[in-house]
């Protein structure tokens, strides 16, 4: 069973932070030479569709995570199993508490507004995005480490 709960675990957190780079490292560059009102329209497209599938995602990774703790407590790679489920919790409430918030807006934004404020605003959203995918990235290894 804990072989398949790595796979698994591997799995689903690779491909999200895989997701959440290829957004930072490809897609966000490549809007950004679109004209504003492409850009924008893109951005829109984009925070909604990825608004509605990575709540249930970084879910479904952080309980992973937490199973892969409580099959692993008593073993050797347990603390960097708290510090990836720590740092995955973390990522989460301040997604919510900061990110969340301008990818809703983002996603609702009046295309026919000046660009200018919201193309500004996703600027911000893409510099702490940037951390979010570094503070994955380390989560990642942390739990590849312990189940090593």
Known sequence: MRPLLDVFTTVCI???????FAV?????????????????????????????AMPFWYGVSF????????FRHRE???MLLVAASAIWAAVIVLTILFLVPINNRLARVDLDAPAE?????????????????ASLTAAMICFLLAVM
Request: proline share 3%; charged share 25%; net charge positive.
């Open 24 to 52: 930072a490292v490809f897609i966000n560059p490549i809007l950004r030479k679109l004209g504003s009102r492409e850009e924008l329209r893109a951005i829109r497209l984009f925070a909604a569709k990825l608004g509605t």
């Open 63 to 70: 309980l992973l995570l937490i199973a892969e703790l409580v």
């Open 117 to 133: 404020p919201a193309l500004k605003e996703h600027g911000r959203w893409d510099a702490m995005h940037r951390w979010r995918v």
């Open 14 to 20: 690779g491909l999200l932070i895989g997701t959440e």
């Open 76 to 78: 050797v790679g347990a």
